[in-house]
């Protein structure tokens, strides 16, 4: 089956610095990638849609700036939170669908973040 | 716009019940509809995947179905138990490659 695999898990920042998360398909050609964030006991929200090759599609609310997505190719795409604020801690995850939508939607384990 | 509910939001069911968690959708035109396992603190899990020519899909003790005409998908749970807790999500998705619509999701409780 399709595996997308996230790094890292977990990770813990100061406060001004930034922070790269990777999300990689192991075993399938990603052309579109998505991040969500979850905050505690709610829904995801997506953020932002990752294309290969071409500039992120953000959803309304989400900063590009704060949030950068780089797709450089078809089994990672990266998104880093610059500038890290308190209230950037949340739950981040990445999703990437298979071409032919054979297995749908595979998602990563997730990165907890924690700015302090 | 695609909306889905999930219902019920939370049930809490002893060991060894057999049970039912409800989706429905309202745009009928989805390319397919995927249910998703959520352990607290951890990601997605897919658990069953129905193209949208399918009328269901069997893994072990989960059974999923589709009524499309309907707007309904039902995910039945055989034989519950304690490690069967987690949230459940219903997701759909109505163009091919481009994002999935999530239900709010059913918490499940299985008590020993």
């Known amino acids: 089956g399709a595996v997308v695999s996230q790094h890292p898990s977990r990770v813990i920042c100061k406060s001004g610095t930034s922070v790269k998360i990777e999300c990689r398909s192991l075993?399938?050609?990603?052309?579109?990638m998505f991040w969500y964030r979850q905050f505690p006991k709610q829904s995801l929200m997506l953020m932002a849609t990752?294309?290969?090759?071409?500039?992120?599609?953000?959803e309304q609310g989400v900063e590009k700036d704060k949030f950068l997505i780089n797709h450089a190719s078809l089994t990672l795409s990266t998104l880093t939170v610059t500038s890290a604020h308190p209230e950037d801690s949340s739950f981040y995850i990445c999703?990437?669908?298979?071409?032919?939508?054979?297995?749908?939607?595979?998602f990563g384990s997730g990165t907890r973040l924690t700015v302090v | 716009k695609q909306e889905v509910t999930q219902i019920p939001a939370a049930l809490s069911v002893p060991e060894g019940e057999n049970l039912v968690l409800n989706c429905s959708f309202t745009?009928?035109?989805?390319?397919?509809l995927q249910w998703f396992r959520q352990d607290p603190g951890k990601g997605l899990t897919s658990l069953l995947l129905?193209?949208?020519?399918?009328r269901e899909q069997t893994s072990g003790r989960l059974n999923a179905s589709l009524d499309k005409s309907s707007g309904r998908s039902t995910l039945y749970i055989a034989a519950s138990q304690p490690g069967d807790s987690a949230t459940y999500l219903c997701?759909?998705?109505?163009?091919?490659?481009?994002?999935?619509?999530f239900g709010g999701g059913t918490r499940l409780m299985v008590k020993p």
């Open positions: 997701a759909v998705d109505n163009n091919a490659g481009n994002m999935l619509t």
């Open positions: 999703s990437a669908r298979d071409a032919q939508g054979f297995y749908g939607y595979t």
């Open positions: 129905i193209q949208s020519s399918q």
């Open positions: 745009d009928s035109a989805i390319y397919n």
């Open positions: 075993d399938f050609q990603a052309t579109t």
């Open positions: 990752s294309n290969e090759g071409s500039k992120a599609t953000y």
